[in-house]
């Protein structure tokens, strides 16, 4: 094989390999605790991923706006113990949305330690226990 094929293949491969890195790089999200979260204020600002149990007296939605407020904790034993992170979503009021339901939460934390959410995913163990009970107590 000519040496120019071989210097100029190795450069191609070279610069996909920088593209795909800086488009991970870019992409990157961090997975986080609430209390990973409070105490990594480098974070603020940045895009992190948070998951945390719903403190069902805490929900309010306004239906005009659609702007849905509810706060977090890391899980439910943390309710009343740990200081809950206020969740502020802009979109329509997820069905499963309700106490100690897990939401898992994109977006960044403000300088006033309000979160906001651009992807708000929720999932109710209750519901599917309900559904399906063998497969919810592993038998």
Same mark, same amino acid.
């Given at each position: 094989?000519?040496?120019?094929?071989?210097?100029?293949?190795?450069?191609?491969?070279?610069?996909?390999?920088?593209?795909?890195?800086?488009?991970?790089?870019?992409?990157?999200?961090?997975?986080?605790?609430?209390?990973?979260?409070?105490?990594?204020?480098?974070?603020?600002?940045?895009?992190?991923?948070?998951?945390?149990?719903?403190? !069902?007296?805490?929900?309010? $939605?306004? =239906?005009? &706006? #659609?702007? +849905?407020?509810?706060?977090?904790?890391?899980?439910?034993?943390?309710?009343?113990?740990?200081?809950?992170?206020?969740?502020?979503?802009?979109?329509?009021?997820?069905?499963?949305?309700?106490?100690?339901?897990?939401?898992?939460?994109?977006?960044?934390? !403000?300088?006033?330690?309000? $979160?906001? =959410?651009? &992807? #708000?995913? +929720?999932?109710?163990?209750?519901?599917?226990?309900?559904?399906?009970?063998?497969?919810?107590?592993?038998?």
């Amino acid at each position: 094989m000519k040496p120019k094929y071989l210097l100029g293949g190795s450069l191609l491969l070279m610069a996909v390999a920088v593209v795909i890195i800086q488009g991970l790089a870019s992409n990157a999200q961090y997975f986080l605790t609430i209390e990973q979260l409070r105490e990594r204020s480098e974070m603020q600002g940045q895009n992190v991923r948070v998951s945390g149990s719903v403190i !069902g007296d805490s929900i309010q $939605f306004d =239906a005009q &706006t #659609l702007r +849905l407020e509810f706060q977090i904790v890391d899980s439910v034993e943390q309710i009343g113990v740990q200081p809950p992170l206020t969740i502020a979503y802009e979109g329509p009021k997820p069905e499963l949305l309700e106490d100690h339901a897990q939401a898992i939460v994109e977006g960044r934390l !403000g300088p006033d330690g309000e $979160f906001q =959410a651009d &992807t #708000l995913l +929720l999932k109710c163990p209750t519901r599917y226990e309900e559904q399906f009970p063998n497969q919810a107590q592993g038998n």
